[in-house]
């Protein structure tokens, strides 16, 4: 029998491309692909431990995965993995346990596990190239990975290390290889993409341009990426080249306090923060900007609140991914003094939720009339709406029709539903 493999991902894009480069791997010496809540001869769990709900996640699909019958095995990898080996390994279920730095030789190991699931003799697993994203009509191409930041409150470079760059040659050839499977956006993700360099390629802005230059790529979007290296030769980039390059931008807050994020290890000021948004808007016409915030950092009073609360509504800001602070173990964050009850932090961020939901509402009702091109998200199941993704970062109700898949579709904007646009197909 053909042997199967189900994948689960939490966490951040950079692990999702992680997972279908695994998924690209396993394919190529014979694994069938089911969904995870098939049976499946091995499950494997793509971990995050960005926080502790990050973690709880992790441990149900763990679980889920062990209620399974019949003969399985249950792999482990990631980043929860590189934090705490050694708890992961101890889980009811798990038989395998695979560390960030080992998630390049998954087909090695697998083989050497459990041999009699691989009929050819096996050498080390070469990376390849990416050309399908298992139910995705978007496809993700990773540029980069690691971290050079250090904030004081993250794991991510304890368990993903020092930054380091995809070779651009390496990048232009996967996209070029998933526009000829048919996609048309393509986000460039990493942990620090604003840092991306590579030999005489000098700034993320120059891969861009090469991008552009040397694909047919119609839709090329950026990831998170940190306000501080946002440049005005990035800026103007986007302007020009816009709708090709994405008019979205995710920019990390964290804190509209400069004393938390003076604690935080932040580069930046909430006043330069603001700047950068300012004139990201001023700009690049019709552009959504998201941000991260967390709440609930220790020692955060009611002061350092409301400047956040302040900046959240300045009116610079689009939507919101709200965290609530946990204590990562081996961070810095962790041994600080003035730790908030759980109460506090979970009313403050639901007064952040709340600003966002509005803010999302603005964005929205700003694009009544306007004509955009929309991705669907994936194919609808039978009753509910179809749904897509603009370029600017928004979600609108498609038509279903042969032409919601990959294919970039026209609509005007012609109301405002609960959370999305309502769009009608115009023809160009």
């Given at each position: 029998m053909?042997?199967?493999?189900?994948f689960e991902?939490?966490?951040c894009r950079?692990n999702?491309y992680e997972t279908?480069?695994?998924?690209?791997?396993l394919?190529?010496k014979?694994?069938r692909r089911?969904?995870?809540?098939?049976?499946?001869?091995?499950y494997?769990i793509?971990?995050?431990?960005?926080?502790?709900?990050?973690?709880a996640?992790?441990?149900r699909a763990?679980?889920?995965?062990?209620?399974h019958?019949g003969?399985?095995?249950?792999?482990v990898?990631g980043?929860?993995v590189?934090a705490?080996?050694?708890e992961?390994?101890?889980l009811?279920?798990v038989?395998?346990v695979?560390?960030?730095k080992?998630?390049?030789?998954i087909?090695?190991l697998?083989?050497?596990q459990?041999?009699?699931?691989?009929?050819n003799q096996?050498?080390k697993?070469?990376?390849?190239l990416?050309?399908?994203?298992?139910q995705?009509n978007r496809?993700?191409v990773?540029?980069?990975?690691?971290c050079?930041q250090?904030?004081?409150?993250?794991i991510?470079?304890?368990v993903?290390?020092?930054l380091?760059?995809?070779a651009?040659?390496?990048?232009?050839?996967?996209?070029?290889v998933?526009?000829?499977?048919?996609?048309?956006?393509?986000v460039?993700?990493?942990v620090?993409v604003?840092?991306?360099?590579?030999?005489?390629?000098s700034?993320?802005?120059a891969l861009?341009g090469?991008i552009?230059?040397?694909?047919?790529l119609?839709r090329v979007?950026l990831?998170?990426?940190?306000?501080?290296?946002i440049?005005?030769e990035?800026?103007k980039?986007?302007a020009?080249?816009?709708?090709?390059?994405?008019?979205h931008?995710?920019?990390?807050l964290?804190s509209g306090s400069n004393r938390i994020?003076?604690?935080?290890?932040r580069?930046?000021a909430?006043?330069?923060?603001?700047?950068?948004?300012?004139?990201?808007?001023?700009s690049?016409?019709?552009i959504?900007?998201?941000?991260?915030?967390?709440?609930?950092f220790?020692?955060?009073?009611e002061?350092?609140f409301?400047q956040?609360?302040?900046?959240?509504?300045?009116?610079?800001?689009?939507?919101l991914?709200?965290?609530?602070?946990?204590d990562?173990?081996?961070?810095?964050a962790s041994q600080?003094?003035?730790k908030?009850?759980?109460?506090?932090?979970?009313?403050r961020n639901?007064?952040?939720?709340?600003?966002?939901l509005r803010?999302y509402r603005?964005a929205?009702?700003?694009?009544?009339?306007?004509?955009?091109g929309?991705?669907?998200?994936r194919t609808?199941?039978k009753?509910?709406?179809?749904?897509?993704?603009?370029?600017n970062y928004?979600?609108?109700?498609?038509p279903?029709?042969?032409?919601n898949?990959?294919a970039?579709?026209?609509?005007?904007?012609?109301?405002?539903?609960?959370?999305?646009?309502?769009?009608?197909?115009?023809?160009?």
């Open positions: 053909t042997p199967r493999v189900a991902t939490i966490g950079l999702q279908e480069s695994m998924a690209a791997q394919s190529l014979g694994f089911v969904a995870f809540e098939q049976e499946a001869d091995l494997i793509n971990t995050c431990t960005v926080t502790g709900r990050a973690d996640s992790c441990r763990i679980s889920a995965a062990a209620r019958d003969k399985k095995r249950i792999i990898v980043c929860m590189s705490t080996p050694e992961v390994a101890s009811n279920g038989d395998l695979v560390s960030n080992q998630k390049d030789n087909v090695h697998l083989s050497r459990w041999p009699e699931l691989f009929s096996l050498e697993a070469e990376p390849s990416l050309s399908e994203f298992y995705h496809a993700w990773k540029i980069g990975d690691g050079n250090n904030c004081s409150y993250c991510v470079p304890l993903r290390g020092r380091v760059n995809r651009p040659q390496e990048i232009i050839d996967e996209i070029n998933l526009v000829r499977s048919g996609y048309q956006e393509v460039l993700t990493g620090h604003g840092e991306y360099r590579y030999d005489n390629v700034s993320l802005t861009l090469i552009l230059h040397k694909t047919e119609n979007r990831s998170s990426i940190e306000p501080q290296e440049t005005s990035l800026i980039f986007m020009n080249n816009s709708p090709r390059v994405c008019r931008l995710h920019l990390p964290q994020l003076k604690l935080m290890h580069p930046y909430r006043e330069e923060y603001l700047e950068t948004a300012k004139t990201i808007k001023d690049i016409d019709n959504t900007i998201g941000a991260d915030v967390i709440v609930g220790p020692s955060e009073n002061d350092d409301a956040t609360v302040a900046l959240a509504e300045s009116g610079f800001l689009d939507y991914h709200v965290f609530s602070y946990s990562r173990k081996g961070t810095e600080l003094e003035g908030l009850k759980s109460s506090v932090i979970k009313e639901e007064i952040l939720r709340k600003i966002s803010s603005k929205l009702e700003r694009q009544t009339g306007k004509i955009l929309a991705i669907a998200e609808a199941k009753g509910e709406l179809h749904m897509g993704i603009t370029d928004l979600r609108i109700s498609m279903q029709s042969d032409r898949g990959r970039i579709v026209s609509l005007r904007v012609a109301s405002i539903g609960d959370g999305f646009l309502v769009g009608t197909p115009v023809t160009i």
